[in-house]
């Protein structure tokens, strides 16, 4: 078991006075078996009428309004304290229709699983990558896990503060990218691969999220018979354990920014953006 307090602020210096629209946040944990809130709050300054739900993908969602009062600056402040429960088994248990590849879910599995199959061509570049990948096992465990060592080797970590995410040949041409570009380069092949998959974002507990202001983190899924959905942290090169805390997972990677919203004004020149993350044992 492992218990962390998580400390997420996002502050936005507009440099002239606007108008806050509705936001969305998306900063509290995937709660389940596995992970569990014992505490958590979530504040707004200036103050903001907040209502919560489920998404699409169960996601939990904040959404947040402000009255008509122009401000210069907005702070969003989320703690909360998680536990997560470890699993005691050392590699997931399959079932046997996807134990090796090429494979095939079953029907209602495929039925299920539709939306997060759909993959569109990449290129010569990736296609080859991808091919001698699936070349070099049968099964289908280390084939995920040589795609996860594949990403972490051959691509150089580089921290990216601009919007999105980089496709997935612009990563393997580049050889640089961010955990987010590394997370939807494995979703996208693994899709390729005819797994079902998904890009989740969330919080991974080093040292350097304890000792000084980190970042959220970024990660695939792929569901796996028997086993559910299971992470891979290319990243990190590792399996997603007891350090990862999913937030947000979804089809596509720009659909679940922590903090999105709207504004009516003109922005000033000094306006600054400042986001603060902290994964602390406790």
């Not at 699409?56 to 989320?78: G, H, K, M, Q, Y």
Request: hydrophobic letters at 40%.
């Amino acid at each position: 078991m492992q218990r962390f307090r998580i400390f997420h602020q996002t502050e936005y210096n507009y440099g002239n006075k606007v108008l806050l629209g509705p936001h969305k946040i998306l900063v509290r944990p995937r709660d389940g078996h596995d992970i569990r809130i014992e505490k958590s709050r979530l504040e707004f300054d200036p103050p903001a009428l907040v209502s919560w739900h489920r998404d699409e993908l169960d996601n939990s969602v904040a959404l947040a309004t402000f009255d008509e009062t122009p401000v210069t600056r907005l702070v969003i402040t989320s703690e909360v304290v998680v536990t997560h429960y470890l699993s005691s088994r050392t590699e997931p248990p399959l079932l046997d229709h996807i134990r090796r590849i090429p494979f095939a879910y079953t029907a209602a599995e495929a039925l299920a699983l539709g939306a997060y199959r759909n993959s569109s061509a990449q290129g010569a570049e990736f296609d080859n990558w991808l091919g001698e990948l699936m070349t070099g096992t049968a099964d289908t465990l280390q084939f995920l896990q040589d795609l996860n060592k594949a990403i972490n080797t051959s691509c150089n970590y580089q921290e990216r503060h601009e919007e999105g995410v980089q496709a997935p040949e612009q990563t393997l041409a580049t050889l640089t990218g961010s955990c987010r570009d590394y997370a939807w380069l494995y979703v996208v092949a693994a899709r390729q691969a005819g797994f079902a998959a998904r890009f989740v974002s969330g919080y991974f507990h080093t040292e350097g999220t304890s000792l000084g202001d980190g970042h959220t983190h970024a990660w695939a899924e792929v569901y796996l018979p028997g086993a559910g959905w299971t992470g891979f942290d290319p990243t990190c090169n590792v399996m997603t354990a007891e350090n990862h805390v999913p937030v947000a997972v979804a089809l596509l990677p720009d659909d679940i920014p922590p903090v999105s919203g709207l504004f009516t004004g003109h922005v000033g020149e000094s306006q600054i953006m400042t986001v603060r993350v902290n994964v602390n044992l406790c």
